[in-house]
């Protein structure tokens, strides 16, 4: 189980790694969810800790299997919602 912080930052690391085999920076992780680099690399010892992700110095970080897995089933839970609020709750997808 994730922390909704948890889930937001293996989102996004899973987006930003899906555009390229490398591993994702640091800092492309701080602009991405507009936080402090140094914020990033707390929640990613946490990560590497639940052993979600690796986490190399200088070279960026990479989800595990178990770490794509789980990313994989966040992005499928966040879309799920967002149809469900659009189609059910008439919600704008502006707002979401």
Known sequence: MFT??????LK???HISSSSNKGVSTNAIAKKLKTKASSV????KKLAE????VYKKYQGVLLTEEGEKSAALIVR???L???FLVEKLNFNTNNI
């Open 41 to 44: 690399t707390d929640m990613i």
């Open 50 to 53: 639940k052993q979600v992700l």
């Open 81 to 83: 919602w967002e149809v």
């Open 4 to 9: 909704f912080s948890e889930e937001n930052y």
């Open 77 to 79: 839970k966040h879309r």
């Open 12 to 14: 996004t690391i899973y």
